[in-house]
T-cell receptor, first 113, second 108 residues
Framework: NAGVTQTPKFRVLKTGQSMTLLCAQD?????MYWYRQDPGMGLRLIHY???????AKGEVPDGYNVSRLKKQNFLLGLESAAPSQTSVYFC????????????FGQGTRLTVV | RKEVEQDPGPFNVPEGATVAFNCTYS??????FFWYRQDCRKEPKLLMS???SGNEDGRFTAQLNRASQYISLLIRDSKLSDSATYLC?????????FGTGTKLQVIP
């Protein structure tokens, strides 16, 4: 079972470059989330989506954009990467029900130099 | 004040010990509560959901106190394989918010 798949798993960017992280889930989940994880900061919500065609801002949305054109995919874009965006990025998905747990992808380790 | 707060630890305990973690949350309208386990350089994985009546899964017991707005995780008879970071998670209307995690190191 694939579950939640993130691509790429590793990436090094130069400051000012752009890139898109892809998250794909095959569990027919309504909700999808993008988090970043930094030492001592825990998981911080960047953006999330409660269904196809919807997106909303999380705790730390600046410098990122997202799109959910298909239910199974949630894309995270960095238009002009900055060193402060060096982090581990996790995508997660869940059913919309209140007690539904979130399932995570394996993460993308991004370094901006 | 952070929405979800945890003691970052680390907690260093000997094998066989009992260890407890607490997590407080600020939004009284929060609806669901979870404990996740995260191994080094891996993704978080659900350990257990937390219900008002409390729930137990083997050596693990989770409790929810809505009045005081905290959840707890108790690990009995700690094993070396329990060494990991434990994250509490709180689900509101749409978002899932995580604590910073508590690192547990079980020592032989």
């Amino acid at each position: 079972n694939a579950g939640v798949t993130q691509t790429p798993k590793f990436r090094v960017l130069k400051t000012g470059q752009s890139m898109t992280l892809l998250c794909a889930q095959d569990m027919n989940h309504e909700y999808m989330y993008w988090y970043r994880q930094d030492p001592g900061m825990g998981l911080r919500l960047i953006h999330y989506s409660v269904g196809e065609g919807t997106t909303a801002k999380g705790e730390v949305p600046d410098g990122y954009n997202v799109s959910r054109l298909k239910k199974q995919n949630f894309l995270l874009g960095l238009e002009s990467a900055a060193p402060s965006q060096t982090s581990v990025y996790f995508c997660a998905s869940s059913f919309g029900a209140t007690r539904a747990e979130a399932f995570f992808g394996q993460g993308t380790r991004l370094t901006v130099v | 004040r952070k929405e979800v707060e945890q003691d970052p630890g680390p907690f260093n305990v000997p094998e066989g010990a009992t260890v407890a973690f607490n997590c407080t949350y600020s939004n009284s309208a929060s609806q669901s509560f979870f404990w996740y386990r995260q191994d080094c350089r891996k993704e978080p994985k659900l350990l257990m959901s937390v219900y008002s009546s409390g729930n137990e899964d083997g050596r693990f017991t989770a409790q929810l106190n809505r009045a005081s707005q905290y959840i707890s995780l108790l690990i009995r008879d700690s094993k070396l394989s329990d060494s990991a970071t434990y994250l509490c998670a709180v689900k509101g209307y749409q978002k899932v918010t995580f604590g910073t995690g508590t690192k547990l190191q079980v020592i032989p």
